[in-house]
């Protein structure tokens, strides 16, 4: 049942000619399962893509998350025609970014001052800076596994990119930089308090991504953890960030702080926000914020910053999440998805262990719960590399690493669902006999 893959190896084998490793994005290269021909997409329609070969597949990649609308959804492709039609980029202040910063604001009311940026990585990058700014310290504190992009500092000990493809600490990032980074693993509040102990007076920031999504999706241990790393932070004089990059508009409309009752510092956002386009924001208190240009002494800027097509396109996909029962839908699916995996792996005495926050979740090879990094380390790499490409010649697109998550959109359908449902079982029977 393999599929006809010829013309997506054509395509890849010029692309490794002129584009280093063939890829744009290390996680796109299918390394991490056992290697193979990237599949290559020339068009998305709602929930589904299609691939040089004129395959067709149901896309719970959702490119890395962005895609909460599906492909070419008509908000969106509206939003950025009209915006192509007034022209793209102004360099100059435009109603579009003010009207954005104020839905966001609204939406997630701890943002009292924001800047738009153009990804995730100068989101977070540009948070540490600023508390740098603020604190007059020089150390950050993150989560073993959490990924915050790819500035230096960010990475050490970085999540799912690097941890799939066997780079825990990338080649050039100096050791000095490295210093400057402590790493704790998830979930644990004492070893926390332990690590603030020795080197909380250092401590700009505490960063943290409150729902993980970068060793697979990874929730707080329990509804109190969140609020205890912004105590144990502001107790040793450190800031905290959430890197909101995945999890903001994922759950719910708003912010995953929301979901826990908390207040963070400051927040770095991305990926829905732009609704497929290319941004970054981040934001939070007004004191804090004001660190930055012109109103304070740490530079950061942006020639395509706040550019009014991810702007518009960015308020045309926030809309319609604002529409009633949406979010109801993408978790009632995804956990269709996922009762129906348990059982097909219970069929065929596959271990797995399943961690799903409303439409978003990763099935993970192992009986272990996955609650940190070393947690999701430990699951099986090459039972999900096998699960990979099952699924793959099945019609069914997940991201290549087992450090991902699945994302049920905004569009998929029950008929979807049902198709995906239907080729577990011939999935998890061959999963089986290894
Ligand atoms: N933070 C988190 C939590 C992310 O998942 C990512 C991207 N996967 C980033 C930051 C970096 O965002 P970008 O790829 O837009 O630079």
Same mark, same amino acid.
């Given at each position: 049942m393999v599929l006809d893959r010829t013309q997506s190896k054509l395509w890849f084998e010029r692309a490794q000619a002129v584009i280093l490793g063939g890829v744009n994005s290390p996680s796109r290269s299918y390394k991490s399962v056992g290697g193979?021909?990237?599949?290559?997409?020339?068009?998305?329609?709602?929930?589904?893509m299609y691939d040089v070969d004129g395959n067709e597949y149901i896309d719970y990649l959702a490119a890395y998350g962005p895609s909460i609308l599906g492909h070419a959804h008509p908000a969106i492709t509206e939003a950025i025609a009209q915006a192509a039609v007034d022209g793209v980029l102004y360099g100059t202040p435009t109603p579009s970014e003010v009207l954005f910063a104020e839905k966001l604001r609204?939406?997630?009311?701890?943002?009292?001052? %924001?800047r738009f940026v153009n990804s995730g990585t100068e989101a977070v990058m540009t948070t540490i800076r600023v508390a740098r700014a603020y604190t007059g310290r020089r150390k950050v504190l993150k989560f073993a596994g959490c990924y915050h992009g790819h500035s230096d500092a960010m990475l050490v000990a970085a999540g799912s990119g690097p941890s799939s493809i066997g780079v825990p600490d990338s080649a050039g990032v100096t050791a000095n930089i490295a210093s400057e980074v402590i790493t704790v693993p998830f979930n644990d509040p004492d070893i926390l308090a332990k690590a603030l102990e020795v080197h909380g007076t250092d401590v700009?920031?505490?960063?943290?991504?409150?729902?993980?999504? +970068?060793?697979?999706?990874?929730?707080?241990?329990?509804?109190?953890?969140?609020?205890?790393?912004?105590?144990?932070?502001?107790?040793?004089?450190?800031?905290?960030? /959430?890197?909101?990059?995945?999890?903001? /508009?994922? /759950?719910?409309?708003?912010?995953?702080?929301?979901?826990?009752?908390?207040?963070?510092?400051?927040? @770095?956002?991305?990926? %829905?926000?732009?609704? &497929?386009?290319?941004?970054?924001?981040?934001?939070?208190?007004?004191?804090i914020m004001e660190q930055v240009a012109p109103l304070g002494p740490a530079y950061q800027a942006?020639?395509?910053? &706040? +550019?009014?097509?991810?702007?518009?396109?960015?308020?045309?996909?926030l809309d319609v999440l604002q529409e009633p029962g949406i979010y109801d839908d993408m978790a009632r699916r995804a956990q269709v998805l996922t009762e129906a995996a348990h059982e097909a792996a219970k069929r065929h005495g596959v271990s797995i262990t399943i961690n799903r926050m409303g439409g978003a979740f990763t099935i993970y090879f192992g009986s272990h719960p996955v609650r940190n990094y070393d947690d999701a380390?430990?699951?099986?790499?090459?039972?999900?590399?096998? /699960?990979?490409?099952?699924?793959?010649?099945? +019609?069914?697109? %997940?991201?290549?690493?087992?450090?991902? @998550?699945?994302?049920?959109s905004a569009v998929h359908t029950d008929e979807d669902i049902e198709r995906t449902v239907a080729v577990y079982d011939e999935v998890f029977k061959e999963l089986g006999q290894h």
């Open positions: 193979g021909t990237p599949t290559v997409m020339v068009r998305g329609q709602g929930s589904h609204q939406a997630i009311p701890d943002l009292e001052r %924001i700009a920031a505490v960063l943290v991504e409150p729902i993980v999504g +970068n060793f697979g999706i990874v929730p707080p241990r329990d509804d109190r953890y969140l609020g205890q790393v912004i105590d144990l932070a502001h107790q040793h004089g450190a800031l905290v960030i /959430f890197d909101e990059v995945i999890t903001a /508009f994922r /759950f719910h409309y708003g912010s995953a702080a929301q979901m826990y009752d908390v207040h963070p510092d400051l927040y @770095a956002l991305g990926k %829905i926000i732009g609704g &497929g386009l290319p941004i970054g924001a981040y934001g939070g208190r007004k004191d942006g020639t395509m910053a &706040g +550019n009014p097509l991810s702007m518009r396109t960015g308020m045309a996909c380390n430990a699951t099986d790499s090459d039972q999900f590399a096998r /699960f990979f490409h099952l699924l793959a010649d099945r +019609n069914i697109l %997940i991201a290549p690493s087992k450090y991902e @998550a699945w994302f049920v």
